[in-house]
């Protein structure tokens, strides 16, 4: 059976595919996910006492704990479109057949992939609020697995030992740095949202 094709514009807030930018552009004025956050913020904003609590774990119900919510979903989603850029790098390379950039353009469709399920398993607690702590553990303790693996293959893809003494100059190691912390800071929302699941 023949695989259906992929369309080629998406939104960006909620990854839906669509055969034009027009169509793109009239999704977005009806898309759920900014309006979701907007007024996740307004009621925070209004209340002030349960926005402004410091050191404290959000409880399920809570304006910290939507607006936990809505930011892991924001991160899940900023690393699968990364990952998408890398998987198309990837397989234009492959299609080149340029050494090595087949068993990479796999392993990058197979990261794409872990991350659309963790989406994919986010994406019903999103509209009620109503977080479910199995399926957090269970995306929390996949995207801890993956950390090392984006990071394995990112280092791979700018591996020079000729260039620099361990291969990767300083831009490189900045630019790994800001990734591994963008991990760190989706695990930590994602143990907060375990820890506030009721």
Known sequence: MARKRRLPFDCFTCGKCFKNAQAVRGHR?????????????????????????????PGPLSQEAKLLT??????????????????????????????REFERAKEWAEIYQVLDDCRRDFDPMLPSFRL????????????????????????????????????????????????????SRLIDQLKRLIVAAP
Request: hydrophobic residues 35%; contains cysteine.
């Open 29 to 57: 004025r009806h898309c759920r996910y900014p309006r979701l956050k907007r007024e996740a913020e307004a009621q925070a904003a209004a209340q002030p006492g349960t926005a402004t609590r410091v050191g404290k774990r």
């Open 70 to 99: 809505l930011d892991t979903w924001e991160g899940l989603e900023e690393l699968q479109r990364t990952a998408r850029h890398f998987r198309t790098v990837a397989s234009s390379m492959a299609a080149m057949n340029v050494e």
């Open 132 to 183: 479910d702590r199995g399926v957090l553990f269970g995306i929390y303790d996949i995207i801890c697995h993956l950390n090392a693996r984006w990071i394995q293959q990112r280092v791979c893809s700018f591996f020079r030992p000729a260039q620099e003494p361990d291969g990767l100059d300083e831009e490189t190691r900045t630019m790994l740095r800001e990734e591994e912390a963008e991990f």
